[in-house]
C-alpha cells in the first residue's frame, strides 16, 4: 500500500462553474465572500418547501450532525457545509449582461447525489443573484476535475434535462500528485482567515497557532463528509508543527468590511499574507496542509475565506 493509502476515503469532487450573468454587477471581494446567506436561502426554498424542520437534503449540504460516539464528539469539532466555495481574485471586476464568469468549488465525500443538490442550489441562486441588489445569472456550463487534472463537462445549458455524472477524486491520489518530499514551502493566504481563539480573533498568528485549525478542519471534514476517523495522532503532529521554522513571513490582519449594527460599525477581518516554512518535520505534515488548501480556514470557510495555497520553496543552499 501507498504512503498515503490512508487518505484514500477523503473523496471530494472539484466542479467549476461557468455562470453567465443577465445583468450588470460589479464583483468585488466582498460580493464572493458574503455568499452565505442567500445559498442557504437559496437552499431552504429548493430544499424545506416551508417545513419547520431541516430535510436530509439540506443537513447534507449545510448542517452535518453532530457525531452520535460521545468520543468522536470530543475529538471532533462540528463540521463546516459539505462544500468549500474557492474564489478567484482574477475574476473580480465588472460585468455586463451575457459577460461570463468562472469559479471553482469542491464538494467532499463523493456522493453525487449530494454534488447535484449543490449544482440545484448554484442554478437556483442565479434567480436572485450574487447580491440582492444585482447580480442575476444563468448557469451557463460546469465541468469536473479527472484524474488525470483534466476538465471534463457534466453539464450544459443545451442539455439541462440529463442527470448529471462527475467524477470522483480521492485523496491519496491527489497527494500523490503534490510535491510532498520538500522542506520548504510557503503558505499563502488568498482570502482573509478570521481565526478565532476563545472568542477573540487572533491577530499576529504563527504556524504554531494556525497549523491546530488545519488539523481540526482536515479530520472534522473527513469525519463528518468522507465517514472515516484518520485516527492520527493529534499531540505529535502539533509538536512536530511547534518545531517548524517560519520565515519572510508577510501575515498581516486585513478589515475588509464593516458589519453594521444599531449603535456603530464593526470591522470584520481576517489574517492575509504569506510565511515560508522550513523543517524536516513538514514531511509528516505536508499532507495536511495540502488537504486544508482544499477546505478553507476558519470562520466562513466554506464560503470562501480563509483560503490559502500550500507552494513547494527552493531550498537556500
Not at 97 to 104: E, M, P, Q, S, V
Not at 179 to 204: D, G, Y
Amino acid at each position: 500500500m501507498g504512503q498515503y493509502s490512508r487518505f484514500k476515503r477523503a473523496e471530494f469532487v472539484k466542479l467549476k462553474f461557468k455562470l453567465r450573468f443577465t445583468e450588470f454587477i460589479d464583483v468585488d471581494l466582498a460580493t464572493l465572500l458574503r455568499l452565505r446567506r442567500s445559498l442557504r436561502a437559496t437552499a431552504q426554498y429548493c430544499f424545506l418547501s416551508g417545513q419547520s424542520i431541516p430535510s436530509g437534503r439540506f443537513s447534507r449540504l449545510f448542517e452535518p450532525e453532530l457525531a452520535s460516539d460521545p468520543v468522536a464528539q470530543r475529538q471532533f469539532q462540528k463540521s463546516g457545509p459539505a462544500f468549500v466555495l474557492n474564489v478567484d481574485l482574477d475574476q473580480l471586476g465588472t460585468y455586463q449582461k451575457g459577460d461570463l464568469i468562472t469559479f471553482d468549488a469542491i464538494v467532499w465525500g463523493g456522493d453525487l447525489e449530494v454534488v447535484r443538490d449543490f449544482v440545484h442550489v448554484i442554478d437556483a441562486l442565479g434567480k436572485t443573484g450574487l447580491r440582492p441588489d444585482a447580480g442575476r445569472f444563468d448557469m451557463f456550463e460546469v465541468y469536473a476535475e479527472d484524474s488525470a487534472v483534466q476538465l471534463q463537462r457534466v453539464w450544459s445549458h443545451e442539455d439541462i434535462n440529463s442527470e448529471l455524472i462527475a467524477p470522483v477524486r480521492d485523496g491519496e491520489w491527489w497527494l500523490n500528485s503534490c510535491a510532498l518530499e520538500c522542506e520548504r514551502v510557503r503558505l499563502e493566504f488568498t482570502t482573509p482567515a478570521r481565526l478565532i481563539v476563545r472568542k477573540r480573533p487572533m491577530f499576529n498568528p504563527t504556524f504554531k497557532l494556525i497549523f491546530p485549525f488545519i488539523l481540526r478542519r482536515v479530520t472534522s471534514m473527513l469525519y463528518s463528509h468522507c465517514r472515516f476517523d484518520l485516527s492520527v495522532d493529534s499531540q505529535a503532529l502539533l509538536d512536530m508543527s511547534a518545531s517548524i521554522t517560519c520565515q519572510h513571513s508577510s501575515l498581516k490582519w486585513n478589515d475588509w468590511r464593516e458589519l453594521q449594527r444599531e449603535d456603530c460599525n464593526q470591522p470584520l477581518g481576517g489574517v492575509e499574507g504569506s510565511v515560508e516554512l522550513f523543517g524536516t518535520e513538514l514531511i509528516d505534515l505536508i499532507p495536511f496542509l495540502y488537504l486544508g488548501s482544499l477546505m478553507n480556514l476558519g470562520k466562513n470557510a466554506s464560503f470562501g475565506a480563509g483560503q490559502y495555497r500550500v507552494v513547494p520553496c527552493a531550498v537556500a543552499e
